[in-house]
């Protein structure tokens, strides 16, 4: 049997691809074109770590895809897949990303071929802070230049380790901890960055569905609650995704997709539990109560509402395209879908929430961490207790009238304190969040619905992603 994936396009060129069909519906001249799509620098670094007794060599990239804005912004990936292309790839989907949720940054993408699982913490700390040296002496991290961030197999963890890394070699730099986002709140990090990426995923699928002819479009009707939802991968992205959406806003996880084969329930799963499982087992199989399927990627093509593939890219390519029969995907991961694998699903009348705008919520709150430690402040320090006693104010005014007229009126117990409560950093963040996810819907759906030429999502996305980074470069005189 042949291997429909070994015809497909590499991620990059599929992203190029991607990017060559909108700028085809665009009016800009070849020559802009190029220079955005372009990737504009790739450094390759081989670094010698000693280990166990001898010396490990590890080879890592950071690449640059746009500067039209500085700093550039994005991940930095720990796998054994990491590779130029796929980095390349990425870093391309950060500039339309960060375009495209307004965040304002160029785009860039880092990663380190290893196993973070065959090492323990003290040596993945010695990688790190090594990896770390060799891109801080580049300004490839740096609070005005490049800015990292979490991404497959890193985390908080990591990211104190680079700032910290950073701020040893800068020892003056009063902006040092804008080095890199995604650190834990008591090291300059910002409340609700872990979960970001899930949360937008939840406020995305939100947005959609307050657009009835958009949910129609998907084939689908009614509102989120109820719906049947399979993830692929319950890494920080899918866990938190279906976490949200089954705990908060009525969906039923029927399926779950892990490395070692799936569970599936048509009564709904529950994520807390299987996370726990395959915390304590390395694995979905033997969770009780559900059905394990042991050829995983089988259930990505599961009787569904919505298939969130929250995993790694081209999982769903030309070989699989035509047996989904999810009628909605919204892509937690970037790039799960091969542009072979897109054009079959948008011939088949699909609707794709495309990665670029449906994992944003991690930079958004990336951004806002990155103002947050420039600015030295937290959100909300100045403004809450002043907000809270603008609002007693009002109460009191209200229970005065109220007594002093003989209204007898009483204000619910949950209303008076939940009016009463001053926004902390937490809520701040989400309202953001939520108006990021909200206004970046809105503006691809009018160029998806306002334009005749334009079939899909994706496209839409694109073209809005384009255009501002477009304009931008033609402010700067390109
Ligand atoms: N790695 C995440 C992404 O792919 C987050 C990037 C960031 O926060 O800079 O969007």
């Not at 590890?58 to 054994?80: N, Q, W």
């Not at 891109?135 to 005005?144: F, V, W």
Request: hydrophobic fraction near 40%; charge should be negative; glycine fraction near 10%.
């Amino acid at each position: 049997m042949t291997n429909p994936q070994l015809q497909e396009p590499s991620f990059r060129e599929s992203v190029d691809l991607m990017f060559n069909r909108a700028v085809r519906l665009m009016d800009l001249s070849p020559g802009l074109e190029n220079k955005i799509r372009v990737c504009n620098s790739t450094y390759t670094v081989r670094f010698g770590v000693r280990l166990r007794g001898k010396i490990e060599t590890f080879t890592g990239y950071r690449s640059v895809h746009s500067e039209h804005m500085e700093p550039v912004k994005g991940g930095i990936r720990y796998a054994l897949t990491v590779h130029q292309d796929e980095v390349e790839a990425l870093a391309a989907l950060m500039t339309y990303k960060c375009a495209l949720v307004e965040a304002p940054f160029g785009g860039s993408k880092g990663g380190l071929c290893i196993d973070p699982r065959q090492w323990d913490d003290h040596e993945l700390e010695q990688i790190t802070r090594r990896f770390a040296y060799e891109l801080i002496k580049r300004d490839l991290i740096h609070p005005a230049q490049n800015v990292p961030a979490p991404d497959m197999g890193t985390g908080e963890r990591e990211m104190a380790w680079i700032a910290d890394q950073y701020a040893r070699m800068n020892t003056t730099d009063i902006n040092a901890k804008a080095c890199v986002t995604g650190k834990p709140p008591h090291a300059g990090g910002i409340q609700g960055r872990v979960e970001a990426t899930g949360r937008g995923v939840q406020y995305a699928l939100r947005e959609f569905f307050r657009h009835p002819g958009d949910v129609a479009a998907a084939h689908l009707s009614g509102i989120l609650a109820g719906k049947r939802v399979v993830v692929q991968g319950l890494g920080n992205v899918g866990y938190h995704a279906a976490k949200f959406l089954s705990e908060e806003d009525g969906c039923k996880i029927t399926g779950i997709i892990e490395r070692d084969g799936a569970l599936v329930d048509e009564d709904g799963l529950n994520v807390e539990e299987v996370k726990a499982w395959t915390q304590a087992h390395g694995g979905v199989k033997g969770f009780p109560g559900a059905t394990w399927v042991e050829d995983g990627a089988s259930v990505l093509e599961a009787d569904c509402d919505i298939l969130i593939p929250a995993a790694m890219e081209g999982v769903i390519h030309r070989g699989n395209a035509d047996r989904i029969s999810a009628p909605l995907i919204i892509e937690a991961a970037n790039g799960p879908i091969t542009f072979g694998a897109d054009e079959i699903l948008r011939k088949k009348g699909t609707v794709i929430i495309p990665d670029m705008y449906a994992n944003a919520g991690g930079v958004t709150v990336s951004y806002f961490e990155w103002v947050k430690n420039l600015s030295h402040i937290r959100f909300g320090r100045m403004q809450r207790r002043a907000e809270e006693a603008r609002s007693r104010l009002l109460v009191e005014e209200l229970e005065r009238l109220s007594a002093d007229k003989g209204l007898g009126w009483t204000l619910a117990a949950d209303f008076k304190d939940k009016f009463l409560r001053g926004d902390d950093e937490l809520a701040l963040v989400r309202s953001g969040l939520d108006d990021t996810m909200r206004t970046a819907y809105q503006s691809m759906r009018e160029v998806w619905h306002g334009r005749d030429d334009v079939e899909d999502l994706r496209t839409a996305a694109y073209i809005v992603a384009i255009s501002r980074v477009a304009q931008t470069y033609r402010s700067k005189g390109l």
